[in-house]
């Protein structure tokens, strides 16, 4: 075997790992995403079981709002991981054309490109995470909005 026949399978491998730590990654985030949801309706219930005289409790708010923030610190640590992997293997396609070997021709798309969007790869999903996290955090409140104090 070949020095570059050596690296190629070196380079093989080690994109076939970046196509991993992406996917893996993407299972991170929306795990975080679930967890973070599932805690806040979690408060939402609790605090709908709550019997409360008077002005309404803002603790069980105050902890989704906390929920949320961390979750999406997690989510934003996650994609930065992803955003590394993708550069990586932005890196190792380039190794391959140097060596003559057409990676965006063999798989129909521009992949370069495509990573070089950074952070923002995964913008809408980003977004659609963010609206279900600000969703979640303003469940608490509902008690509030649609149930009167007991007198």
Known sequence: MTKEEEELKVIY?????CRRLIAA???QRWDVIKWGVTVNLALATAATLIPFKGDFSFIPFVFA???ALV???LVLYYNGRLTEARNDAKHLIDQMNEKGIDYNHIVGKDVASDYLKGREYDKQELNIFAFILIVSALLPLLPAIFRRPIP
């Open 25 to 27: 990654g993407k299972v």
């Open 13 to 17: 491998s080690t994109l076939d790992d």
């Open 71 to 73: 979750t999406w610190w």
């Open 65 to 67: 709002v906390a929920i």
